[in-house]
């Protein structure tokens, strides 16, 4: 007997725990992964990264991209892996000037009218990006066959912060002023921004990647009124976009400190799972966000770097709180470069010690 | 007929709509204040600062902290005056380095472990910041009838962020990881902070504070289980304390980006009030605090800045979504320098037009 081209799909998918939970299923103990798995925290992550110029250049590589996202997976048999790359690639890819500089992050040119707008090239960007394309395809051959494989992108609001910005900043006061001083203005990079998101998504997909993550950062500094308008409606429109090329492929969104927000956001946006930081507690997750939805996190990534008995009874409280529903593990936050190695594998035996 | 000393205070809080909200009733149109409203956004404020070395000396000099204090209320009419100080007055009192560096805020020798702690000097706080309770002296005089006096301290928490930190910063991760790694130890931190901050807010009634407001500026970067144990059970403590000494004077919280968590900390404190950043929707917060808490807030300050339509819509949604609900209409975080003085006085008109 033959399986036909959907069955061998879905025999794929069913072999790795972290699709089977975002396709429908309960799995205990609940699969694992990490958000900047792939990072400074680790010495062979470092040794690679000494070998490349530029922070952007590490990303367009595709031979150190995919190196680095499999040395997580090696040494703690993640049940997903993210694509190595960062949210800045979508204004680099627009044509805005973008930079990484050490121990300070990321400085851009900051766009701060419309004619900054009118530069940028929306056509450009999946041409552009091919080499995170490579990266994906190349991936989804060398990765285990139990291991998911994500791709993301930042959302829109939390990529014009930057944009417009130059940096990361506490209270983003530029971006939110010019939304609410020229919200047509602001509009048209958000517009920009969802476009480009979407095609750089739906490209990814036809690369390999199995689910999609949307990281929104400062969607925790807006306003009722703005959150509604520069987090939700953008996202709402992502998934649209991207759900008419990829109907199943499964989006997780994470809006990061959107608090209270968080269940409107999941309703409205349509996202299959919803990334939780760690102010949320889980109790209030199970109850005010719709079963159809997945939850991950959320886990302090402080805790991960003290370790011992603080970080044992974290994990423990979130594993008790998430049974009986569709859950995946992760942090609140990516880990830091603090983190022990030996505390990230000790979270992970004791996730599969609880099945 | 000779009125009793407690119909004369009755009287005098009777006059004031801030305390009639705050003592049991709702007033229409709502009392308005501003956090930060005595800054530098205002030009005569600026000339006053300019004459005064450091901004310590400045918040240690009752004819200027005074003189600052009653500007806005000349310009404005504000139903409530807060005090001028700074919150890390505590830390200095305690015997701690803080200095206040041009463009940079706030700058402490961190403390990093007990030997730190054992160098402070509760016992000191009281007499160390009489030039304070001056200034409160002075102001309950000055202030018109009409007027509240709020007396305030930063909550534990964020005291001890600048404490431990030397500075601000987003992601709080030495005072969150010292909490983790030795909760001991940083107990015997909150533990310095509760008395200390019991004892000056006790004095500052005894003042003539009217109201007190407890600012806890990064409570929103805690997890679920830090949120409870380093902002929630210091503050139930604080309010326990002033409480014994001052049964009869409303307390309002301001845990700034509490979320999720803020109907917890209501319950769980105690608190007469609680100010609402601008990330909260009062659909929501008529609906999950209880109706025996006064809620304030949370206009965003950047909306102050702009001015204009986006303003007077800001205005009326709060105006709108408030009514029925004993409301005091203040900012979501404090003025910021760059905002239009008229802007504050268009705010103000259209709040007392709405009645």
Redesign the interface.
């Known amino acids: 007997m033959t399986l036909s081209p959907e069955q061998t799909q879905a025999a794929k998918r069913q072999a790795k725990p972290f699709l089977r939970v975002l396709d429908g299923e309960i799995v205990s103990p609940p699969p694992v992964w990490m958000m900047r798995q792939a990072g400074r925290y680790l010495p062979e992550y470092r040794e690679v990264r000494a070998g490349i110029g530029s922070f952007l250049e590490f990303c367009y590589t595709p031979d150190a991209a995919v190196e680095v996202t499999l040395q997580p997976l090696r040494r703690f048999g993640f049940d997903a892996s993210i694509l190595f790359a960062d949210i800045l690639v979508i204004p680099d890819a627009l044509g805005q000037n973008v930079t990484f500089k050490e121990g300070e992050g990321p400085v851009l040119e900051p766009i701060r009218d419309l004619s900054g707008l009118d530069k940028l090239d929306v056509g450009g960007v999946v041409g552009n990006l091919a080499p995170i394309f490579e990266t994906l395809r190349r991936l989804s051959v060398e990765i285990p066959k139990t291991t998911g494989l994500i791709g993301f992108a930042g959302s829109p609001w939390t990529v014009a912060v930057y944009m417009v910005e130059g940096r990361g900043r506490?209270e983003c006061?530029r971006a939110?002023?010019w939304a609410?001083?020229a919200p047509a203005e602001f509009q048209k990079l958000m517009d920009i921004l969802v476009d480009a998101t979407s095609a750089y998504l739906i490209e990814q997909v036809k690369a390999g990647a199995e689910a999609l993550q949307l990281f929104d950062s400062w969607a925790?500094?807006?306003?009722?009124?703005?959150?509604r308008s520069l987090v939700i409606e953008p996202t709402r429109r992502i998934v649209e976009n991207v759900r008419k090329s990829a109907p199943d492929v499964p989006i997780i969104g994470f809006p990061r400190?959107g608090?209270?927000?968080i269940p409107e956001y999941v309703t409205e946006t349509g996202v299959d799972g919803v990334s939780l930081d760690?102010?949320?507690?889980f109790d209030?997750a199970m109850r005010e966000i719709p079963e159809t939805c997945v939850l991950q996190g959320n886990l302090?990534n402080?805790?991960l770097?003290?370790g011992g008995d603080?970080l044992d009874r974290?994990v423990d409280?979130i594993l008790e709180q998430t049974r009986d529903r569709r859950f995946i593990f992760n942090l609140?936050h990516g880990i830091?470069p603090q983190t022990p190695p030996e505390n990230v594998a000790r979270v992970i035996e004791r996730i599969r010690g609880s099945g």
């Open positions: 506490t006061e939110r002023g609410y001083r925790g500094v807006l306003s009722v009124e703005q959150f400190q608090g209270i927000m760690h102010s949320v507690p209030w302090d402080r805790l770097v003290v603080a974290g409280t609140g830091v």
